[in-house]
């Protein structure tokens, strides 16, 4: 499932023990690992390999030029929703032409950038961009590939942050006027209809849902595909991941001892959806990406300050809530394990930073093992939605990222120097 697992009495990544890549390069600091990243990837592509498919990883969920370089050499398109994304992308070795373009709010511009650079679809959620599509690609005398994102009006079981295909979400357009947009859609000159899209949810760990969608949506993939010659259908990401009991192997009893969370399989996913989707004779599209990185990455914090009050035991780390942001955003569950394993009974503890918000903690009355001023603890499962969403609030210098393969380990993004935080600020000119 992932390769962070104690030898002896130290924390791994792969074959490096993690207290030294901390030595080496401070904390708070994410520490992913390739191998990780490639077994997920190369897992959802084989069990998909009965259709004619193509894996474009969200890019969303963790952007990193390595860990985009991994994936593109492994072949995997991305699913990106700015063009930052895909310059990025384009900066780390992947194929614009492997990617499709998701989000409600794309501009003139990035809509413009993208086609320049050959994008393979447009993933679109409204008529107003679609018009705005096609304007912009007759400008620049092109053909806009475009696929409608539809939104199949299916509950997906899950955190309310996270629902994205039901009627009160802003994303894609109502199953029921699908097509009648295909139908206006077709007479747009520089617009090809190229697919059609959806995506649910996020951190879904049953496949009931994503079943109930295709097989909700499929009359319409059929008819659409007579009518307008489609060429894709993307069925969208969500595939959850374990966060509780995250660390299977070398786990002290007290992890065992906790019901592990049901997993959601590449396997059972495809083996329940690929009867469905064969018959389509359509390429399919997938987007994971909490599924490639999530379990990829852990954050590593130091402890600074224990702190008793009356009521609470409270860990003070140099991470923060700017560092990852999912405990106060979606409510997450993150494991938190020491890097060197410890004895003794288990403490009730709240892990939080030093930032001045009540949210800002990483868990709550958790048991863990006593730790101390110097130790380290690692955040699992922090590969996706961690760094991406970090930021400079209280001026904090964003982490370092390494990343591991084997025993080697790479600074894939240094740390922050407190001076970049301002340095695109100035004192205007009537304060000088
Ligand atoms: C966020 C997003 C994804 C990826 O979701 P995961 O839950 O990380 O797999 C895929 N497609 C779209 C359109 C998204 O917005």
Known sequence: MHEFHYSGQDLYCEQALIKSLVQKYGTPLYV????????????????????????????KANSNLSVIRVLANLGSGFDVVSAGELQRVIVAGGDARRC??????????????????????FNVESEPELARINRVAARLKKIAPVAVRVNPNVAAGTHAKITTGTYENKFGIAFEAIEAVYARAARLKHIRLQGLQMHIGSQLTEVNPFEAAIRKVMPLVQKLKARHGLEFFSIGGGLGIVYKSALASGSPAWWKSKAAQKILTPSSYARRLTPLLKPLGLKILIEPGRFIVGNA???????????????????????????????????AYH?????????????????????????????????????????????????????????????????????VHGKKSD??????????????????????
């Open 297 to 331: 990455g852990i954050l590593v914090t130091r402890v600074e300050y224990v702190k008793r009050t009356g009521r609470k035991n409270f860990v003070i780390v140099d991470a923060a809530m700017n560092d990852l942001i999912r405990p106060a955003f979606y409510d």
């Open 100 to 121: 499709v373009f998701a989000g409600v709010g794309k501009t003139e511009e990035e809509i413009a950038f993208a086609l320049q650079r050959g994008i393979y679809s």
């Open 411 to 432: 600074a894939a993004r240094k740390r922050q120097e407190v001076e970049k935080i301002w340095e695109d600020e100035k004192i205007v000119s009537w304060l000088k």
């Open 335 to 403: 494991e938190v394990v020491p890097l060197r394993k410890k004895g003794g009974a288990l403490i009730s503890s709240d892990v939080v930073g030093g930032i001045c918000e009540s949210g800002d903690y990483f868990c709550k009355d958790r048991p863990l093992p006593k730790v101390g001023e110097g130790d380290h603890l690692a955040l699992l499962s922090s590969g996706a939605y961690g760094f991406v969403m970090a930021s400079n609030y209280n001026s904090r210098p964003l982490a370092a990222e390494v990343l």
């Open 32 to 59: 992913y690992s390739q191998k990780t990243l490639t077994n997920h990837y190369k897992k959802l592509d084989e069990a998909l390999a009965p259709l004619d498919h193509m894996v474009c990883f969200a890019m």
